[in-house]
DNA sequence: TTGTATGCGTTATCAG
DNA sequence: CTGATAACGCATACAA
């Protein structure tokens, strides 16, 4: 009465065996109309629904996708994660959502449990590309794989978002402005974001002929809360900036109570430029000016790749696709105030 | 080679039988230190590790809980999220985590998928508490549930916040400044939250002897994007409100864009009261009054409570934990302007 | 204390 | 086209 029924029950009730139930479940062809309809009508009676558990068991395929990712209360996390998963259920895979705050242990503990449950794939959108460990467990997972913004292990698929021509645009308009110092926010260079910006940001300077202070450059060391000593540091300096560009989304808030505390005018005092369409970057007055991507896309993409590789396509060598950024011009810049710091 | 070992190539290693490899792993009792040796010796060799698909299916629990929520990109979901999760994972379950995006066959696909994959439990916070259809689906999903800011179905275990008394507290601290008419900007009266906002509201109003005007409560149909045109409407009606409490996260940025466009001052034109401690409250200028509560714990008792069912607690009747509401003041409230609508 | 055998609910193979 | 049966990997009741 209270058991869930089976294939056996609904076999029984139907007048046949369980091997014509499942094919006529499953199989489709090979099933003539009369046993069809006497199986649906038993199914329909009894209320059967396959077990799931049981059929990972016997296919080998939990139709399970995890993902990875640092910190779920991003906001532009979010986005992504909500577009891959609504493009895996569609294939009908379950997603779960694994947030390792940044922390190694956990990292591992996750890729463990891909294994031991023998989930099916993963998205990975954490760890610091150096951690030795994660790479070596990501590959004796030995199931397919598919990074967001990251280039290591190189062996897999993965999606980039073009930072490195995001950061060259937010330059290249605060030196048109007369920026000369402008200090750079980063996540760590040890992830590929924090380097691809940094690059752009040092491209920029060179382009225009300025040197390069490395001071001005600050990755940050704990992504999700902004140090909110090392901008109060950098101001108080001989030559403070004259523009902030925060490429993060987190270390924004910790650049807005600076500015709030010292009571700074933006952008008569500062500019800043940030990332993400934000509520936080909308609303703020002035609203920021900022370097977007299109996140939904982002994790479509990344969805689309996996999804590939889970049926069996064979590629010759790791696909990527890189994303373009767009500028959103709003109203945190302006010229500087005085002339940058001297130069010979 | 390429095989995961399983618990029979561990017996063979070891010169034993699954049984005892079995219970070497699990029942820790009954083994001699001899046999104990052995086998962790020859599954440290081996690499091997349980088939949690095939341990599910033998102890009929998958030790898996999904979150059923509406909007995964909501700051103040992710941080109960997170929460819960953190607790659940302790005690060795996987959190699946499912938006719903308050469509209603979403929801009943999620607790299909729930009864179909043998999961153990779930956490509500989803759907509006008026769906039949989803509440008898939950019912016959047969596990146990929590809900979080939900009452029905009443025969669930539920965490509450407090949010009549937070409405009490923000219409008290308006009225006192001298405010009489007060916009209130809501989700759906269908849900708990909605219901006992429009209640505490009513209630401080009627305490301080001012009569409820319907026209200043506003349930907004959608809940993501605030409906840009009501507040509009509102606010250029012959008696338009001195202040607003909005209360919902993502309303927030469509009055703000309305503030802005209207070139609004807030406090001087307008006082403001919203919810949560978020980055868009926090550092918005000046800053926003709130109501917030503990998003953390709200999600730990969710889990806490969850976690008793789990492990069989038995109770009397259904189990409802109640949190209390804080109320920070920031800077975007003030007495208003002139006097409110006139009055007989 | 240890080994053997059974069954969990499916799907797939193989005769009929 | 359909029915019986053998795995899938594990935990456990029971026998030794």
Known sequence: MTRRPTIRDVAKAAGTSVGSVSRVLNGGPYASSELHNKVMRAVAKLGYEPDVVAQSM???????????????????????????????????????????????????????????????????????????????????????????????????????????????????????????????????????????????????????????????????????????????????????????IVLGTRMLAGVMKTVSTRNLRIPEDLSLISIGDTDLTRFASPPITVVRWDLAELGRAAADLLIEQLNGVKRERPQHISLPTEFIIRGSCAPPKKPGAKRP
Not at 111 to 125: E, F, L, P, T
Not at 224 to 232: G, P
């Open 58 to 244: 016997r296919l080998k395929s939990t139709k399970t996708i995890a993902c990875l990712l640092a910190d779920i209360a991003n906001p532009l996390y979010a986005e992504i994660v909500n577009a891959a998963e609504e493009r895996l259920q569609k294939e009908g895979y379950v997603f779960v959502l694994s947030t390792t705050r940044n922390d190694e242990e956990r990292e591992l503990a996750m890729i463990s449990m891909v294994r031991r449950r023998r989930m099916d794939g993963m998205i990975v959108m954490a760890s610091d590309e150096t951690r030795k460990d994660v790479n070596t467990a990501l590959a004796e997972a030995a199931v397919p794989v598919v990074l967001i913004d990251r280039e290591v292990p190189a062996k897999y698929d993965a999606v980039y978002v073009d930072h490195r021509g995001g950061a060259i645009d937010a330059m290249r308009y605060l030196i048109g402005l007369g920026h000369k110092r402008v200090a750079l926010l980063l996540p760590s260079e040890h992830v590929r974001p924090g380097r691809e910006r940094a690059a752009g940001y040092r491209q920029a300077l060179t382009e225009a002929g300025i040197a390069v202070d490395p001071e001005l450059i600050r990755p940050q060391k704990t992504s999700v809360h902004f140090s909110y000593a090392d901008i109060e540091k950098l101001l108080q300096g001989p030559h403070p900036p004259t523009a902030i």
